[in-house]
């Protein structure tokens, strides 16, 4: 019998099995292949020029659908191709060769405006033209002709390395499809398990301000970083769910997005709860079915991950029940019970316990997806694969983020060429432009977060290249070590970092020994220690050239939220769904849905960036915390109606609730759609009671109607808070 892993070991575990891991071997084996194949055919440096060309095609390759991943990848080797026979041709032209640079890095860094699409596209051409550099010359420099010649034979090999990596790419995503898919899931599988512990966590924290404002601000991360990542999943496992096995895994995902909503629900009245000593024996006891839970969800994703047949766990619900059995419903003379609210937030952990059993039928095969939400899902939630001009015509304004950060880099690439020239070792330039390449991002946290990972794992990265070429090894076992440096650099560029820059500064001193013509066999230390700390301090002064701050995008974030608020709630409270609401898909409000997360957490993000800049130039940040609390909370209250009428309608009377359901979703829209400071915000911008003032209905299993109701009151309380934080945010950013 196996002994069960250790905590660590599954996390090793996690790691080793994981999309990015298995993503990263899949680029290797491509450099592998490709390099030893042309290394057999043509030679030595055709196979090192070729390995450029595999490099610089590498960054797009990421676990995508199947459907234009050909035209993802395409745009890296066409537009890098002329770029490194231009450098090429130019390189012993320093004058000739700076003009090419600053002005192609200004348009290769427009890419950015495509965002995560366009960005390693971007860095894709960036590396083409730096690796060209670094390349040197094949043959004699003297004589236009041969030098012309010389240059035409390194981007011949570099296009037909680049050409063959397109094709194995495209070929290896469509082989490994099927594991993307268990992988990403078992991924966004662990995020909502972290997401679940740290809501477990809150049922004993102290119930002081600052404790719930650091509680709200961690929740708020962790919705923002698991709303990043259903995106990338959405495209992947919704795609084409034509095969039993796809519908489950895309039903699956599904009934995430549903356990996202109820354990968001699960936060309202648990701050009044915790504030009642008497309820901390039931609090206490709905955490550990909270943290059991989460173990289950845990236990469902390294299921997956390894392979195995999920195993059904123990229902809940009756546990639930039990709690809310034997809590005595007691009123204070102002009608306030907290038992009452205790119950009914069992319940809604009932729901957490239910679409967990959902979650884990399905993974076994024990229960069939619903193919009508499936299909729609596949048809409205996933993005488009083509490539639109929209992003390039929508950034030419001087307060546009991605205009000012290709400026910046292209005036942070010339200043570094500058520098590198006057270096005593410049014929080693490219490792300054490198570094500026990977370290300057188009936000002060961004690049300060890279500026220290970069010079660490340089160190490092210098001490293990330094002690590898120092051996004379012979050319395939440094063939070896390209491989092994490229799968660490590809797989954690976006998760560990530090892992990514020791490995990259192997990869770029191995390639460029290989590619470099005077064949020297050791780099100094001291030198490439230098050209990191010179880039590196490039990289982070440029940060605060024609800077983008987060506060000159605050204003158009919190529009957005707010529209997406009011967008959510109007729909959410207006599709009639006490006489029309069966199992169909209501695509309006789920789309509705992402977008307010999506907001929000766009917001979440910002304001957390924000933190590493300079205070004179930072946003309120006290206002903004409030705006996303109750934005937080308002997504809390309107999922806890939805939960209501989708749930529980068969105990609520339609005649009764349609019209304060119509009103309230009107009130909402007009509160947050109203311009700034408008009169039509003033009445519900005050105040809400608070919970032990507030008289609460008598529970009656048989009629919600008057709970719904005080949900209603409560969002539009909500709204009104929420306009009146926007508002001080705004007025301040004046």
């Given at each position: 019998?196996?002994?069960?892993?250790?905590?660590?070991?599954?996390?090793?575990?996690?790691?080793?099995?994981?999309?990015?891991?298995?993503?990263?071997?899949?680029?290797?084996?491509?450099?592998?292949?490709?390099?030893?194949?042309?290394?057999?055919?043509?030679?030595?440096?055709?196979?090192?020029?070729?390995?450029?060309?595999?490099?610089?095609?590498?960054?797009?390759?990421?676990?995508?659908?199947?459907?234009?991943?050909?035209?993802?990848?395409?745009?890296?080797?066409?537009?890098?191709?002329?770029?490194?026979?231009?450098?090429?041709?130019?390189?012993?032209?320093?004058?000739?060769?700076?003009?090419?640079?600053?002005?192609?890095?200004?348009?290769?860094?427009?890419?950015?405006?495509?965002?995560?699409?366009?960005?390693?596209?971007?860095?894709?051409?960036?590396?083409?033209?730096?690796?060209?550099?670094?390349?040197?010359?094949?043959?004699?420099?003297?004589?236009?002709?041969?030098?012309?010649?010389?240059?035409?034979?390194?981007?011949?090999?570099?296009?037909?390395?680049?050409?063959?990596?397109?094709?194995?790419?495209?070929?290896?995503?469509?082989?490994?499809?099927?594991?993307?898919?268990?992988?990403?899931?078992?991924?966004?599988?662990?995020?909502?398990?972290?997401?679940?512990?740290?809501?477990?966590?809150?049922?004993?924290?102290?119930?002081?301000?600052?404790?719930?404002?650091?509680?709200?601000?961690?929740?708020?991360?962790?919705h923002a970083a698991l709303a990043d990542q259903l995106q990338g999943a959405r495209d992947l496992i919704l795609e084409s769910p034509r095969t039993p096995r796809r519908q489950r895994r895309a039903a699956m995902l599904v009934q995430i997005l549903e356990m996202r909503d109820h354990l968001l629900a699960c936060e309202l009245d648990l701050d009044t709860l915790r504030t009642q000593p008497e309820q901390a024996p039931a609090l206490a006891s709905q955490q550990a079915v909270l943290q059991a839970l989460a173990d289950e969800v845990e236990h469902l994703a390294d299921a997956l991950l390894w392979g195995r047949q999920p195993v059904v766990f123990t229902d809940m619900r009756p546990r639930l029940q039990t709690l809310s059995t034997q809590t005595t419903i007691e009123t204070t003379p102002s009608g306030f019970?907290?038992?009452?609210?205790?119950?009914?937030?069992?319940?809604?952990?009932?729901?957490?316990?239910?679409?967990?059993?959902?979650?884990?039928?399905?993974?076994?095969?024990?229960?069939?997806?619903?193919?009508?939400?499936?299909?729609?899902?596949?048809?409205?939630?996933?993005?488009?694969?083509?490539?639109?001009?929209?992003?390039?015509?929508?950034?030419?304004?001087?307060?546009?983020?991605?205009?000012?950060?290709?400026?910046?880099?292209?005036?942070?690439?010339?200043?570094?060429?500058?520098?590198?020239?006057?270096?005593?070792?410049?014929?080693?330039?490219?490792?300054?432009?490198?570094?500026?390449?990977?370290?300057?991002?188009?936000?002060?946290?961004?690049?300060?977060?890279?500026?220290?990972?970069?010079?660490?794992?340089?160190?490092?990265?210098?001490?293990?290249?330094?002690?590898?070429?120092?051996?004379?090894?012979?050319?395939?076992?440094?063939?070896?070590?390209?491989?092994?440096?490229?799968?660490?650099?590809?797989?954690?560029?976006?998760?560990?970092?530090?892992?990514?820059?020791?490995?990259?500064?192997?990869?770029?001193?191995?390639?460029?020994?290989?590619?470099?013509?005077?064949?020297?066999?050791?780099?100094?230390?001291?030198?490439?220690?230098?050209?990191?700390?010179?880039?590196?301090?490039?990289?982070?002064?440029?940060?605060?050239?024609?800077?983008?701050?987060?506060?000159?995008?605050?204003?158009?974030?919190?529009?957005?939220?707010?529209?997406?608020?009011?967008?959510?709630?109007?729909v959410a409270l207006g599709l009639g769904q006490l006489d029309a609401v069966d199992n169909a898909p209501e695509l309006a409000w789920r789309l509705a849905r992402r977008e307010a997360y999506d907001s929000l957490s766009a917001l979440v993000l910002a304001t957390q960036r924000s933190l590493s800049e300079p205070r004179a130039v930072r946003p309120p940040l006290e206002p903004l915390e409030h705006l996303q609390a109750h934005s937080y909370?308002?997504?809390?209250?309107?999922?806890?109606?939805?939960?209501?009428?989708?749930?529980?309608?068969?105990?609520?009377?339609?005649?009764?609730?349609?019209?304060?359901?119509?009103?309230?979703?009107?009130?909402?829209?007009?509160?947050?759609?109203?311009?700034?400071?408008?009169?039509?915000?003033?009445?519900?911008?005050?105040?809400?009671?608070?919970?032990?003032?507030?008289?609460?209905?008598?529970?009656?299993?048989?009629?919600?109607?008057?709970?719904?109701?005080?949900?209603?009151?409560?969002?539009?309380?909500?709204?009104?808070?929420?306009?009146?934080?926007?508002?001080?945010?705004?007025?301040?950013?004046?």
């Amino acid at each position: 019998m196996l002994l069960a892993p250790t905590p660590r070991l599954r996390r090793v575990l996690r790691v080793a099995l994981s999309h990015y891991v298995l993503n990263g071997i899949s680029v290797a084996l491509g450099l592998l292949v490709i390099s030893a194949g042309i290394h057999l055919w043509l030679g030595a440096f055709a196979a090192s020029a070729a390995a450029v060309g595999v490099i610089v095609s590498g960054p797009p390759d990421v676990p995508a659908p199947r459907r234009g991943k050909f035209w993802y990848l395409l745009p890296a080797p066409l537009l890098g191709t002329p770029l490194f026979f231009a450098v090429q041709y130019w390189q012993h032209d320093a004058l000739a060769l700076g003009l090419l640079l600053v002005p192609a890095t200004f348009f290769i860094f427009l890419g950015m405006a495509w965002g995560k699409r366009g960005a390693p596209v971007a860095i894709s051409l960036m590396f083409a033209m730096v690796f060209s550099l670094a390349a040197g010359s094949h043959g004699s420099a003297d004589g236009a002709s041969s030098h012309l010649a010389s240059a035409l034979e390194s981007t011949r090999y570099f296009a037909l390395g680049t050409l063959l990596y397109v094709l194995w790419a495209v070929l290896a995503n469509m082989l490994l499809n099927g594991r993307y898919r268990v992988q990403l899931l078992s991924d966004v599988l662990l995020s909502l398990a972290q997401l679940m512990r740290v809501q477990a966590r809150q049922f004993t924290v102290a119930s002081d301000e600052a404790h719930a404002g650091v509680h709200t601000g961690v929740m708020l991360l962790h919705h923002a970083a698991l709303a990043d990542q259903l995106q990338g999943a959405r495209d992947l496992i919704l795609e084409s769910p034509r095969t039993p096995r796809r519908q489950r895994r895309a039903a699956m995902l599904v009934q995430i997005l549903e356990m996202r909503d109820h354990l968001l629900a699960c936060e309202l009245d648990l701050d009044t709860l915790r504030t009642q000593p008497e309820q901390a024996p039931a609090l206490a006891s709905q955490q550990a079915v909270l943290q059991a839970l989460a173990d289950e969800v845990e236990h469902l994703a390294d299921a997956l991950l390894w392979g195995r047949q999920p195993v059904v766990f123990t229902d809940m619900r009756p546990r639930l029940q039990t709690l809310s059995t034997q809590t005595t419903i007691e009123t204070t003379p102002s009608g306030f019970s907290a038992p009452l609210l205790a119950r009914g937030l069992a319940d809604r952990m009932g729901h957490i316990n239910d679409e967990a059993l959902r979650l884990i039928a399905l993974a076994r095969g024990d229960m069939v997806p619903d193919l009508a939400v499936v299909r729609a899902y596949w048809q409205m939630f996933v993005s488009p694969t083509t490539w639109s001009w929209q992003p390039l015509r929508s950034l030419w304004h001087w307060d546009a983020p991605p205009l000012r950060h290709a400026m910046r880099a292209a005036l942070a690439m010339g200043a570094g060429y500058a520098v590198a020239l006057q270096l005593p070792w410049g014929t080693h330039a490219y490792w300054v432009l490198l570094t500026i390449v990977v370290v300057l991002r188009g936000s002060l946290a961004q690049t300060l977060e890279r500026r220290n990972l970069r010079v660490a794992g340089t160190l490092l990265g210098c001490v293990l290249a330094v002690a590898v070429l120092s051996a004379h090894w012979p050319a395939w076992s440094l063939l070896i070590v390209v491989t092994l440096a490229q799968a660490l650099a590809h797989s954690f560029a976006l998760r560990r970092y530090l892992v990514t820059a020791v490995a990259a500064t192997v990869l770029g001193l191995v390639q460029a020994h290989q590619l470099d013509g005077a064949g020297s066999t050791v780099f100094a230390l001291f030198e490439r220690l230098v050209d990191t700390l010179i880039g590196t301090g490039i990289a982070w002064a440029f940060a605060y050239v024609l800077p983008s701050w987060e506060r000159t995008q605050m204003a158009a974030l919190v529009a957005r939220t707010l529209a997406a608020q009011a967008h959510h709630a109007r729909v959410a409270l207006g599709l009639g769904q006490l006489d029309a609401v069966d199992n169909a898909p209501e695509l309006a409000w789920r789309l509705a849905r992402r977008e307010a997360y999506d907001s929000l957490s766009a917001l979440v993000l910002a304001t957390q960036r924000s933190l590493s800049e300079p205070r004179a130039v930072r946003p309120p940040l006290e206002p903004l915390e409030h705006l996303q609390a109750h934005s937080y909370q308002l997504l809390a209250q309107l999922t806890a109606v939805k939960t209501l009428l989708l749930l529980r309608r068969g105990r609520l009377h339609p005649e009764q609730v349609q019209t304060p359901l119509a009103q309230a979703g009107e009130r909402i829209n007009a509160i947050l759609s109203a311009p700034q400071s408008a009169p039509a915000c003033a009445a519900a911008c005050a105040p809400a009671p608070t919970a032990e003032s507030e008289p609460l209905p008598q529970w009656d299993a048989r009629d919600l109607n008057v709970w719904l109701l005080r949900r209603l009151q409560l969002a539009t309380t909500m709204a009104g808070q929420l306009r009146g934080d926007a508002d001080a945010v705004l007025q301040a950013l004046k």
